[in-house]
């Protein structure tokens, strides 16, 4: 049954139950024929339900022109900052102003969230599209340079796999955050120590050719998914191993991953860097989204990313996470 079925049957028997009552009451009390009676409670059932149907029509009369207002957007062409609710005909009452003002404020945060994504997606194409020329431009370069020695070709080379290497990152990183905004992160008990060990040797020849000393330390256990957890442990070795000066270190404990080098430190509050293709700074691209995606993995745990102290005197990340013993 409709809303406005329902209302007009309410309002009808609010006007025709008093009348029967008083009606039978009359009939029970006199000793007159009771066809008039029933001819006359017919009446008047017919004249409640007509009151009732017109009253319920014009009650229901906003909503109805915001229901339509509603159609209108939703089969309206064009870009979403340019939807509007239309005017109402007439002034509604205060209820379905209220309605229309909170329609009005998830319609502008759905423009926002999609100026946001248009940001994010040019963002995304310019970051992706810098490695890729670059890959291309010293593929170009050594199809033609038969001059080049092999000392010369293999520096070349080491800087085409640099440059595939950040957008094969990139890529990465945008299918664990898309993983993330699809479903909710598989809980398993991991052992964090051999997590980390099992990434070291996807780093040790990285970081043997820069020169560093990588190394890990403690224990742990904890609940997550494997795959979205070495993501972000790999977005921040990756962050590590590209600003150290000699050492990288992954501390493991109880429900917790840690991070620390030695180089200079955070250049920006960890809130700053950790927003999506930041503006400024080298490897914007790299770290910029590297750090929200630990940052989003962290969350969608239960858990959180945060900045911490190391004696080696460079920057240090702590992932953390739920820990195995609170089951």
């Given at each position: 049954?409709?809303?406005?079925?329902?209302?007009?049957?309410?309002?009808a028997l609010l006007a025709f139950l008093p009348?029967?009552?008083?009606?039978?009451?009359?009939?029970?009390?006199?000793?007159?024929?009771?066809?008039?009676?029933?001819?006359?409670?017919?009446?008047?059932?017919?004249?409640?339900?007509?009151?009732?149907?017109?009253?319920?029509?014009?009650?229901?009369?906003?909503?109805?022109?915001?229901?339509?207002?509603?159609?209108?957007?939703?089969?309206?062409?064009?870009?979403?900052?340019?939807?509007?609710?239309?005017?109402?005909?007439?002034?509604?009452?205060?209820?379905?102003?209220?309605?229309?003002?909170?329609?009005?404020?998830?319609?502008?945060?759905?423009?926002?969230?999609?100026?946001?994504?248009?940001?994010?997606?040019?963002?995304?194409?310019?970051d992706l599209k810098t490695p890729l020329l670059?890959?291309?431009?010293?593929?170009?370069?050594?199809?033609?340079?038969?001059?080049?020695?092999?000392?010369?070709?293999?520096?070349?080379?080491?800087?085409?796999?640099?440059?595939?290497?950040?957008?094969?990152?990139?890529?990465?990183?945008?299918?664990?955050?898309?993983?993330?905004?699809?479903?909710?992160?598989?809980?398993?008990?991991?052992?964090?120590?051999?997590?980390?060990?099992?990434?070291?040797?996807?780093?040790?020849?990285?970081?043997?050719?820069?020169?560093?000393?990588?190394?890990?330390?403690?224990?742990?256990?904890?609940?997550?998914?494997?795959?979205?957890?070495?993501?972000?442990?790999?977005?921040?070795?990756?962050?590590?191993?590209?600003?150290?000066?000699?050492?990288?270190?992954?501390?493991?404990?109880?429900?917790?991953?840690?991070?620390?080098?030695?180089?200079?430190?955070?250049?920006?509050?960890?809130?700053?860097?950790?927003?999506?293709?930041?503006?400024?700074?080298?490897?914007?691209?790299?770290?910029?989204?590297?750090?929200?995606?630990?940052?989003?993995?962290?969350?969608?745990?239960?858990?959180?990313?945060?900045?911490?102290?190391?004696?080696?005197?460079?920057?240090?990340?702590?992932?953390?996470l739920p820990s195995a013993k609170e089951l």
């Amino acid at each position: 049954m409709s809303l406005r079925a329902r209302l007009a049957l309410v309002i009808a028997l609010l006007a025709f139950l008093p009348n029967l009552v008083l009606a039978l009451t009359l009939g029970l009390m006199g000793e007159g024929p009771w066809l008039p009676l029933v001819l006359w409670l017919l009446l008047i059932a017919l004249v409640s339900g007509a009151v009732g149907y017109f009253l319920a029509r014009s009650l229901l009369r906003p909503l109805e022109e915001l229901t339509r207002a509603l159609a209108y957007l939703s089969v309206k062409e064009g870009p979403v900052n340019a939807l509007r609710l239309p005017a109402p005909k007439e002034p509604p009452p205060m209820e379905i102003t209220l309605l229309r003002a909170r329609f009005g404020e998830l319609l502008q945060r759905l423009q926002r969230l999609m100026e946001a994504r248009e940001a994010f997606y040019g963002a995304l194409a310019h970051d992706l599209k810098t490695p890729l020329l670059s890959a291309i431009r010293a593929l170009e370069y050594l199809e033609r340079a038969d001059h080049l020695g092999r000392e010369k070709r293999v520096e070349l080379l080491l800087a085409l796999r640099g440059e595939l290497f950040q957008a094969h990152l990139l890529v990465e990183n945008l299918l664990a955050l898309s993983r993330l905004e699809a479903r909710t992160p598989q809980r398993e008990t991991l052992n964090l120590r051999a997590l980390a060990e099992d990434l070291l040797l996807r780093y040790r020849e990285e970081a043997g050719r820069r020169g560093l000393g990588l190394t890990v330390e403690g224990v742990g256990l904890a609940r997550g998914e494997r795959l979205l957890l070495e993501r972000a442990l790999a977005n921040l070795l990756d962050n590590a191993l590209r600003h150290a000066k000699t050492q990288v270190r992954i501390r493991v404990e109880e429900g917790a991953l840690q991070v620390e080098d030695d180089g200079e430190g955070l250049p920006l509050p960890l809130e700053a860097l950790a927003q999506p293709f930041r503006q400024g700074g080298p490897n914007r691209g790299s770290a910029g989204l590297g750090l929200y995606t630990a940052k989003r993995v962290a969350e969608a745990h239960g858990g959180r990313l945060l900045t911490c102290k190391t004696p080696l005197g460079g920057a240090c990340l702590r992932l953390e996470l739920p820990s195995a013993k609170e089951l």
